[in-house]
Nanobody, 114 residues
């Protein structure tokens, strides 16, 4: 399995970004997919997860602002981020999990700055 993130960049406070994760090498529909992030000097943390059955879960800080979606026919996962603030600055990683297998992408930088 290979994951490739895209869509990061520089955005002002209050702005929006949509991150994309391209999945290849297997069948995405059997994987639980998630987005994590890691800010400088902090541990990697879960942002949002979507199960094989399309059940979403969000970290508290993401509720009401971020939306995770998956498009199995296109083997894609997305993270729509709205109302971004300085604390959202981090490298965002896509993750695919199935049992004991956990695969990470290389990450995409999101910087919220005025």
């Amino acid at each position: 399995v290979v994951l490739e993130e895209s869509g990061g960049g520089l955005v002002p406070p209050g702005g929006s970004l949509r991150l994309s994760c391209a999945f290849s090498g297997s069948t995405i529909r059997v994987y639980n997919m998630a987005w994590y992030r890691q800010a400088p000097g902090k541990q990697r943390e879960l942002v949002a997860r979507m199960s094989q059955s399309h059940t979403p879960f969000y970290a508290d800080f993401a509720l009401g602002r971020f939306t995770i979606t998956r498009d199995n026919p296109k083997s894609m996962v997305y993270l729509q981020m709205n109302s971004l603030n300085f604390e959202d600055t981090a490298v965002y990683y896509c993750n695919a999990e199935r049992g004991s297998l956990s695969v990470w992408g290389q990450g995409t930088q999101v910087t919220v700055s005025s």
